[in-house]
């Protein structure tokens, strides 16, 4: 994707809508379980530009449950011809990171039913708290991923769709995704990179220890986060 088609830093409306969707999301961890977060990313061509900064940035948003001890996290992406890969879950940022940095991008049409349907398999195996996508396009049958998404939604599996680039496909795709999940949308770009991580730190500290969590995590981090937080003690 061209850098000309990359859009401006989102909007404050766009960021307030997201925190609002995760708000609304129900308690993701209850008392005395760890939480599992499926973290799957598009490692196609077309997030080569921005692939090594991409994952020292969403690296960095789990190690802000290091303390919590709560959060079980799956490395999936896919890229190339039908490649998918599954990692087996984690319980460290430092291996997330090293497994991360070691995928390199390689040309290939979108996978995301698989990601989908690899997330409910592994709900059914175990409570999965929330599913976080990021990616850029979406090259396939829309019918067919919302039907997915759809029993994600009824096993009570948030999906998260962080969106690089404007590309209108995709972001009609994703918001569609969100919305049947229960989960929430937001766009992306490098110009909101400090924003993003705080962000994704908020939905795996949220999905790792709940409200609570979340409180003493926002009160280290920007606005965005603490308006989040105002939100969910808001809402109960």
């Known amino acids: ?90 319980g460290n940022a430092s291996e997330l990171k090293r497994r991360m940095s070691a995928v390199s991008c390689l040309g290939g049409h979108t996978q995301i039913e698989k990601v989908l349907r690899h997330t409910l398999e592994e709900s059914g195996r175990k409570r999965v708290n929330a599913l976080v996508f990021v990616g850029d396009c979406m090259e396939e049958d829309v019918d067919r991923l919302c039907q997915i998404a759809g029993e994600l939604g009824i096993h009570g599996v948030p999906a998260f769709m962080f969106h690089e680039g404007g590309e209108p496909v995709a972001k009609s795709a994703f918001k569609q995704i969100a919305r049947l999940t229960n989960g929430a949308y937001c766009p992306f770009d490098a110009g909101s990179a400090q924003q993003l991580r705080d962000l994704l730190s908020a939905v795996a500290v949220y999905a790792a220890g709940g409200r609570r969590a979340l409180e003493n995590f926002s009160k280290t981090r920007g606005e965005q986060v603490k308006l989040l937080t105002r939100q969910i003690t808001k809402g109960g």
Do not use: N
Request: proline share 4%.
């Open 1 to 90: 994707m061209g850098k000309d088609k990359l859009p401006q830093k989102s909007s404050r409306s766009e960021v307030d809508a997201f925190l609002r969707k995760v708000a609304a999301t129900p308690a993701a961890v209850k008392s005395g379980e760890s939480g599992r977060l499926v973290f799957a990313m598009d490692a196609t061509a077309s997030r080569k530009p921005t692939w090594d900064h991409a994952c020292h940035l969403q690296a960095q948003m789990f190690e802000a449950t290091d303390s919590l001890g709560g959060l079980a996290i799956q490395l999936c992406y896919y890229r190339g011809f039908q490649e998918f890969h599954a990692d087996p879950w984690l």
